[in-house]
């Protein structure tokens, strides 16, 4: 996908899972408005996600190799070698594609980018996605000419400049009535659509308590329909329990028109990735909350938690387990599955939130630096 240009462009680092990924996306997008002078170029990890998301839009990439840092001395060795010879990768984009300023997005491959501009003298703009910064970008942050924050740094209240909120892409706003959305993606048009998502990498956990309580609530899914994004797992199964259950449903790895996928939902069940959680918010989407269970400092529940102090959403502990999960995160999803009236309620407040306009805002500060840079 990389091609020569003689044109000025604004690098966009970052990678490794969709929740980088889109926010780019997004990103890219306003930066097509508001300075189309500029190319728009990735510099995306190594990752199959990455250049699935990226081709589907026919944005320009290039791959670059990184690792994770580890105290582990074999890890050490190839996290060492791998942030070498990305670094030079990076070096040769940056300087090929006359990037004036680079936006780092967090992942392993903003390390050797960031260097590379650093080294450049290329300006950085740092644009946090967490609520907890991750290693990467705080170390991106020391080398950053600009900090800004997708939302509330709790951990580190003084991390950035100013909080924008999560740019969301164009696809994953719904743009189409509920029955139209369930139309085109197949569904039964006048049903209650629950939306069972773990981004773009999938969530076993959920995928086994979705199917436990196919055995063991099927009364709750009287009247409802599913859309299951299953990510890498074996789909088979879940169709089969699905069918066993008598419960119309389209189950699909993965999804990239995800505003079809919210405009159909009246309810999901999802992890709390910041882009999740920003997409359930801006097409406000009633919404239960599994943070990924595996995170030393689970920043996904502090993503999710504001929505769920403010009522528009539940949070629960991902316990893994389905038969553990059962009796919390099941049992959230079945009260609003079966109360009508709590969901209306919820999605009354979703709507009358304001509307953030992130993805511009940080556009135009990237442009800032790249002009100031041209200059």
Not at 158 to 185: C, K, N, Q, T, W
Request: proline fraction near 6%; include cysteine; charge should be positive.
């Amino acid at each position: 996908m990389d091609v020569n240009s003689p044109r000025a462009s604004i690098v966009l680092a970052g990678g490794g899972t969709g929740g980088h990924i889109s926010p780019g996306i997004a990103i890219a997008e306003a930066l097509q408005e508001v300075a189309p002078e500029f190319d728009r170029v990735f510099a995306c990890s190594t990752r199959a996600v990455d250049a699935r998301m990226l081709e589907h839009v026919g944005a320009d990439f290039t791959p670059i190799e990184a690792e994770g840092l580890s105290i582990k001395p074999a890890k050490f060795l190839r996290f060492a070698r791998a942030f070498l010879a990305g670094r030079a990768a990076a070096r040769a984009l940056l300087e090929r594609r006359r990037a004036c300023a680079v936006i780092a997005l967090g992942g392993y491959v903003t390390g050797p980018v960031v260097d590379a501009a650093r080294k450049l003298g290329i300006p950085v703009l740092l644009v946090n996605l967490d609520a907890t910064p991750g290693k990467a970008n705080r170390w991106v942050a020391r080398h950053a000419r600009r900090i800004l924050t997708a939302c509330p740094t709790p951990s580190r209240p003084d991390f950035a400049e100013r909080i924008v909120g999560m740019p969301v892409r164009r696809a994953a706003v719904a743009s189409l009535p509920p029955r139209e959305a369930r139309e085109r993606l197949g569904l039964e048009p006048g049903l209650h659509t629950l939306l069972v998502t773990g981004a773009s990498q999938g969530a076993a956990s959920l995928n086994d308590l979705l199917r436990l309580l196919l055995e063991q609530e099927r009364a709750a899914f009287g009247g409802w329909q599913v859309l299951h994004l299953v990510g890498n797992a074996d789909a088979a199964p879940i169709e089969a329990a699905y069918r066993a259950a008598s419960v119309r449903a389209r189950v699909v790895p993965f999804l990239h028109e995800m505003g079809l996928a919210w405009g159909a939902a009246d309810l999901a069940l999802s992890r709390a990735g910041a882009n999740s959680v920003a997409e359930a918010l801006l097409n406000a989407v009633p919404t239960v909350y599994a943070p990924y269970p595996y995170h030393a400092d689970l920043h996904q529940k502090w993503n999710a938690q504001p929505s769920h102090d403010e009522g528009i959403a539940m949070l629960c502990d991902d316990l893994i387990d389905a038969a553990r999960n059962r009796s919390t995160l099941g049992a959230a999803l079945v009260a609003l599955m079966t109360d009508q009236v709590r969901r209306d309620a919820m999605r009354v407040k979703l709507l009358a939130r304001p509307r953030e306009h992130a993805a511009h805002d940080i556009a135009r500060v990237a442009v800032e630096l790249a002009n100031a840079s041209a200059g």
